[in-house]
């Protein structure tokens, strides 16, 4: 007998007990009841989200391809397969383990698409440093995603980092990973055509992440057994092998599908991939490796154990498979087979478990969340820009900001990530996306990671399409053309209407942004109950995005290369501070609007960088975000470690308050710098596009001078600077408390 | 002085990824039949400049907690003894 | 002969086994072919590449399991008959393990996992491996490991020095190791082991060609 | 059934980079004046399907020197216990 306690514990409604009921015509067994519960939860089912994710276009101006678990684009007869997906509870309880499996995880999704995995990327939020706690979190987390991306040999070729008190006991840990095959080598993730075998191969099953159904029980837990953990220890010399073992049999050709076991392991995969192939799945559980003893077959069918993929293989060819994953020492062993009736039909020793339309199981429920525009916007809005006194050394708040830790060099974090393996990163992390060539093309792929999530609370909407502008403005500085985008959607309670709004706005503003730009959104995540005891953590739509370089020739860095080139700034800079870091650090204020976005000045400030990087006119360009015009400089001056370039900027004369002018963060502006020869042309390309284009100085000594109107505001020497920004996290992190 | 001598071992009911490739390692040297289950952990030794036997014991108690072990995934146990 | 034969050793965890394969096939062209672990003889090569990695995912010590597998004797038959044999960060780790190179590897001073381009100074170039460059000759080339703090007795050490077999020193420490070794030969100048990752820098694209000059030189010396 | 229980620690002229970590980070959750040393080593547990401890002994130190410990900058010990 199943009672109203036992599935209202496993998260389902009564509502979702009485549709079941009504679908089966019968009382479900325990099995079906698990298998149930972990296929219409919100981490399965998207029950809340999926509503909303609708309207993200699927379309842009390179071919998309939306597949069943991660999603790509063509690019002559290469597909590019990328995703990005949250671990951020796992990696709050054990920051090591928890980042790890989430690389893990989502490198599954990439191979299994039948992409061999070239470059990871991550979105990390953490509490603020002061707390030793957070300190321990990012290093935990920094060393599991090194750990697990250096051993699978898969380069981690950028990300970002932000700190904020907003994370205080909720860490952000969204991992993003890209894959490439040949067009015709993709594999699907289902399972048809009647007769053929279902396999299970890869690591064996254990009680790892059944934490929730536990309840199923029918035993007391004893000691051990209660308190069994939810994190699970990453093996990434296991799936190097899976990885070689899985892009090899789907080379044979017999492999029809293949589907990771990820969350809800077994359920969710042999369910899928059936409703997803139109057939039925029918398999006997006392053929699956064990790797504990007494399992209950609930368990076996919603463990999370790592490492475990479903294959559907022609009939006739299990052997084949088989010899293949015995050659890497793995299991692989025929579980089903194919059947007509579009049943998932389960049997443990010959006798039935489960017995239910596969696609009852996966249709889960869509819910219409309420929501509600929150209380604390009215709030904290308006800014009066009139109390926000002027510092008095600008020096110091230069020198401040380029310590604050969502600003100072991340050199510690990617220093320990293999960024170089496998020989394509052409521009190595430390500018502002990272580039990896396509061997055997003249092509490359740029990547970047980005969403600043103080804009997004403080708007949503606008704060998500800056996201989306900012991570195509990184492309363009590094020569590319924005071709794609994978989000991670990082929210609170969805229950809450407050959270629900700050959701669907953001899935609103990066629609139109992404619309706009027209780029599509080719796969994505939503990690919902992002929470600590003083509320949600601020909205996260973090924003993964990949371009094209065509000619590998034509790849720009940020950093100034010569003495003597001119310094252009393009773009407007307006008088405007709501949500900038400078606010918050030296005015301790969270306040005001996010910055403006117009986003067809966006466009014409990227096409201009793009063009005057392809015609060979440029020798850098950065992007202004963070910490505005004095930040963005700076970095320009002393990014390349080897080759570290003054400059002289003295030609300014705005007429807003100076400290708008050099931290303020107004978006679409981006800084390049050139010979003087092609500033002519570099003129001629803005005014087609009608950029604004103002020359400020030029690059050359051992300082950094910022001048307005003969008014000398900043006066710092390279060393200064470089010591303070490169070394800051270093220091956060060495220092006791 | 005082000598800690620290085990930090992962929990039974967590995989161990490691002691699985040296039992490998193990039976494919020969110990094929004999092996039955191998598990990795750390040994941490700590000199303490100190004599008062309960507050080291406590100090330790509390380093293990702290940070020579995750309660979530690992189990930790220590020896006290007198050293020179 | 028209070209070398280099084999590169797939143990399960090495992934820097495409990379050399690419370098030497596509930047080289030399003949290159895969040594899978489980076979136990090294056939119709002249020189193998123990690449870079994490065998057996380096669990227990790095290169400890895979000195265990079953190609191990073979490698080592063939270095004792004089064979060129390269090991490339953990194809060096495995060599120490496996006894065919003297002294150890321990974690990195700064217990970090470390990637980076660094300069590494040539001290011997009257070796298979470094003919090619210049005298005292300064090059460019990325590390990426996590136990690199090379260790040897101070005995060991003097012998080192005596034959000249150390090969490699950085130009400045970045791991700890011992008289800054980067890269050591053995006495009988057929077995290099080096931490830094010349496959890495063999290509204009990648910032660096200076590590290309050592499979040059390996071809140079067998031609 | 016999349990081994294997120490494997970095010998004492050996500067053991992870000890001095742990030390230092010890050092900084404010045990600042206690610490004198400390050293990381592994500790292997080894579940043997057999019961004669002569047989046993005998080959886990032919495990400890083959595989489990490197001599060259390894100490190895070892206790074995009766268990079910
Ligand atoms: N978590 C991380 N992992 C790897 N690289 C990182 C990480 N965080 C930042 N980086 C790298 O540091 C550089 C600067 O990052 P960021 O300040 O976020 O740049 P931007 O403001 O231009 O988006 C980039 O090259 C980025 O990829
Ligand atoms: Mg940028």
């Known amino acids: 007998m199943i009672t109203s306690e036992t599935y209202r514990s496993l998260g389902l409604t009564d509502k979702e007990y009485q549709k079941i009921l009504s679908l089966l015509k019968r009382e479900p067994t325990v ?153 015709n ?81 077994l359920t969710c995969a042999v369910s899928e991939m059936a409703s997803d192939g139109e057939s039925g799945i029918d398999m006997e559980l006392c053929n699956i490796p064990l790797r504990e003893k007494h399992m209950e077959p609930w368990e076996i069918m919603v463990s999370e154990s790592q490492a475990r993929m479903l294959v559907c293989v022609k009939a006739g060819k299990e052997k084949a498979i088989k010899n293949i994953f015995s050659k890497w020492d793995l299991n692989a062993v025929t579980i089903g087979k194919v059947i007509k009736d579009k049943m998932v039909r389960i049997w443990d020793n010959g006798k039935i478990l489960v017995e239910v339309k596969a696609d009852i199981l996966t249709k889960a429920p869509i819910y219409d969340m309420p929501y509600k525009k929150p209380e604390y916007m009215k709030k904290i809005n308006n800014l009066d820009i009139d109390v926000v006194h002027e510092p008095s050394d600008y020096n ?31 521009v190595l992390p430390g500018s502002d996306a990272a580039v990896i060539r396509l061997k055997g093309t003249n092509k490359a792929i740029a990547a970047t990671t980005d969403c600043n999530s103080r804009y997004c609370y403080l708007n949503p909407y606008r704060g998500a399409q800056i996201a989306v502008a900012e991570a195509a403005r990184n492309l363009v500085c590094s020569g590319a053309e924005p071709a794609s985008v994978t989000d991670c959607l990082n929210f609170g309670n969805p229950k809450k209407p407050d959270r629900y709004w700050q959701f669907k706005n953001c899935v609103q503003g990066i629609t139109d942004a992404c619309e706009f730009f027209d780029v599509s959104v080719a796969s994505g995540n939503v990690s919902f109950y992002n929470e600590n005891p003083a509320g949600a953590v601020y909205p996260t739509p973090a924003i993964g995005m990949i371009g094209i370089i065509d000619d590998i020739n034509k790849v720009c860095t940020q950093y100034f290369k010569n003495e003597d080139d001119l310094i252009i700034l393009l773009g407007i800079s307006l008088e405007e501070l709501g949500g900038s870091e400078y606010l918050k650090l030296v005015h301790e204020l969270v306040r005001g609007d996010a910055p403006e976005l117009d986003l067809k000045m966006e466009r014409a400030v990227q096409l201009t960088t793009l063009e005057a990087i392809r015609d060979g006119l440029v020798n850098s360009a950065h992007d202004l975000s963070e910490g505005g015009l004095a930040v963005g400089l700076a970095e320009c001056c002393m990014s390349n470690k080897e080759k570290l370039i003054g400059a002289v900027v003295d030609n300014l004369n705005f007429d807003i308050r100076t400290d708008a002018l050099l931290f303020g963060e107004s978006q679409s502006r981006i800084i390049l710098s050139c010979a003087e020869k092609s500033l002519n042309q570099i003129k001629k390309i803005a005014k087609k596009h009608k950029t604004s284009l103002q020359v400020i100085g030029s690059t050359g000594g051992n300082r950094f001078i910022v001048s307005n109107n003969d008014n000398k505001l900043i006066d710092l020497s390279l060393e200064k600077l470089q010591d303070t920004w490169s070394n800051a996290l270093r220091r956060d992190i060495d220092s006791s408390n | 002085m005082l000598k800690a001598k620290v085990y930090v071992n992962l929990k039974n009911t967590v995989v161990d990824p490691q002691g699985l490739a040296t039992k490998n390692a193990l039976k494919s040297l020969n110990y094929e039949r004999e092996i039955e289950e191998v598990r990795v952990g750390k040994l941490i030794d700590i000199r303490l400049d100190m004599s008062d036997r309960k507050k080291a014991e406590q100090m330790i108690d509390e380093m293990c907690k702290k940070l020579l072990s995750n309660p979530t995934i690992e189990d930790y146990s220590f020896t006290l003894e007198e050293v020179e | 002969m028209e070209f070398l034969r280099f084999g590169v050793v797939v143990f399960p965890g090495s992934n820097c086994d495409h990379d050399c394969f690419y370098v030497l096939n596509n930047v080289l062209k030399q003949d290159v072919k895969y040594i899978w672990h489980k076979e136990i003889e090294v056939r119709d090569v002249d020189c193998i590449v123990l690449p870079g990695g994490f065998s057996y995912g380096d669990y227990l010590r790095t290169g400890a399991i895979a000195r265990f597998s079953p190609i191990m004797q073979g490698v080592i038959d063939f270095a004792n008959k004089g064979g060129l044999v390269i090991g490339i960060c953990n194809g060096f780790q495995i060599l120490l393990e496996a006894g065919l190179l003297p002294g150890a590897m321990l974690r990195n001073k700064n217990v970090h996992f470390i990637c980076k381009h660094v300069h590494i100074k040539l001290l011997n170039k009257n070796t298979p491996f470094t003919n090619l460059y210049k005298k005292d000759e300064v090059l460019k080339i990325p590390i990426a490991h996590n136990e690199g703090n090379y260790y040897i007795d101070e005995k060991g050490l003097k012998t080192l020095k005596e034959n000249n077999q150390i090969v490699f020193q950085y130009c400045a420490n970045p791991n700890g190791a011992a008289d800054n070794i980067a890269g050591i030969i053995n006495k009988e100048g057929n077995v290099l082991g080096m931490m830094p990752h010349p496959e890495r820098s063999s290509e204009k694209e990648l910032g660096s060609q200076d590590g290309l000059f050592i499979f040059k030189s390996i071809v140079e010396w067998v031609k």
């Not at chain 1, 289902?190 to 059944?210: H, K, L, P, Q, W």
């Not at chain 1, 220890?233 to 892009?247: N, Q, R, S, V, Y």
């Open chain 1, 31 to 183: 099995t079906e009841l698990a298998m149930f519960a972990a296929e219409w939860s919100e981490h399965c089912g998207y029950v809340s989200s999926r509503n909303l994710l609708k309207i993200l276009p699927k379309t842009g101006k390179y071919k998309t391809l939306i597949g069943e678990d991660s999603g790509g684009i063509f690019v002559d007869d290469i597909a590019i397969i990328f995703k990005m997906e949250s671990h951020n509870h796992p990696s709050q309880v054990e920051p090591k383990q928890g980042a790890a499996t989430g690389v893990g995880g989502i490198i599954r999704d990439i191979f299994t698409a039948g992409a061999r995995p070239i470059a990871s990327l991550n979105s990390l939020r953490f509490g603020s440093l002061s707390e030793p706690y957070n300190k321990y979190l990012l290093q935990g987390v920094v060393d599991g995603i090194q750990f697990y991306g250096n051993c699978l040999g898969v380069p981690t070729i950028g990300g970002e980092i932000y700190f904020d008190e907003s994370y205080n006991g909720n860490c952000l840990v969204n991992a993003m990973s890209i894959g490439i095959a040949k067009k």
């Open chain 1, 185 to 265: 080598e993709l594999a699907k993730a289902c399972a048809f055509g009647e007769g053929n075998s279902i396999m299970y191969v890869g690591a064996s099953t254990g009680r790892d992440g059944i934490g929730g159904c536990s309840v199923l029980a029918s035993h007391e837990f004893s000691e051990g057994d209660a308190k069994r953990p939810t994190v699970q220890i990453g093996d990434p010399f296991m799936e190097k092998c899976l990885i070689e073992a899985t892009l090899e049999i789907l080379s044979t050709g017999y492999v029809l599908g293949i589907k990771d076991m990820g969350a809800a392991g």
């Open chain 1, 396 to 426: 110091i708040v230069l020198l401040n900001l380029l310590k604050s830790p969502s600003i100072a060099s991340k050199e510690w974090v990617y220093e320990q990530y293999d960024h170089m393996i496998q020989l394509n990163t052409v």
